[in-house]
């Protein structure tokens, strides 16, 4: 198993911190930057990648998240109600402090996302 360590190449487009995942932790994936499959559904990653963006924290379309149809989807309305993820707050952290303090704070706490 992986140890959760401070990559800011392990922040998802959305927020998400794929460095405390436990998919990610037991190689089960390679992380939502490189994983291909992710490529076909996920629309904030697949934007992110269109836009040359680090994750929807760069975005200059958009100055709250939370209006992007991409970024705030059914999919993933149901995945923060069912994991208690909060997206958005990984987002506003993110702007907030930059992806490195993001990243760092994310590893330190053993975190996925930020709960709600």
Known sequence: MKTIKADTKLI?????YCGGCHA?????C???RE????AKWCKPRTCCLDHKYGS?????QY???M???DYNNFIAKIF????RSNRKACIDMIKAKGPAAFAEHMAEQGLRTLKR
Do not use: Q, S, T
Request: charge should be positive.
């Open 80 to 83: 923060g109600f069912i994991f």
């Open 12 to 16: 998802a487009a959305c927020g998400l």
């Open 35 to 38: 994983n291909a499959k992710a």
């Open 30 to 32: 390679p992380g939502c």
């Open 67 to 69: 209006e992007c149809r």
């Open 56 to 60: 929807c924290a760069d975005c200059k």
């Open 24 to 28: 990610y932790l037991k190689k089960r």
């Open 63 to 65: 100055d709250r998240v």
